[in-house]
């Protein structure tokens, strides 16, 4: 019996030290995604295109598309498509441009 007793007692010890992260933890994760994420973009008006994607940890990236404007004059206004991968670690983000994300005009 006491052997039992030992064992609940690890495992309770063991389960209270697993927690997950609570809904407000994630919503204060996401501001600071986007906002890396936005800083680091060349896009004007730059806003997320559907939720990031969360890689596991032992990959310890987040990516979000972005879609906006060009700056560039040359540009006149066109809309683009930046990934963002957010490194977990480094709080960092990286941005490239991914057009070819979105289908193109077709000649008809």
């Given amino acids: 019996m006491k052997a039992t007793t030992l064992i609940f ?3 309770t010890a063991l389960a209270t030290q697993a927690h997950a992260s609570s809904p407000d933890a994630w919503a204060t994760y996401d ?6 994420c936005t800083k680091t973009s060349g896009l004007k008006k730059a806003k997320p295109v559907g939720n990031a994607a969360q890689f596991d940890d032992r990959v310890g990236y987040t990516a979000l598309l972005l879609q906006g404007q060009y700056p560039q ?5 066109q809309q683009g498509t930046e990934l963002c991968l957010y490194n977990k ?3 960092t983000a990286y941005v490239t441009e991914w057009d070819s994300i979105r289908p193109t005009a077709k000649a008809q």
């Fill in 9 to 11: 007692f690890c495992l």
């Fill in 31 to 36: 501001k600071t995604v986007l906002a890396s």
């Fill in 73 to 77: 004059k040359h540009m006149k206004g």
């Fill in 89 to 91: 670690k480094s709080k």
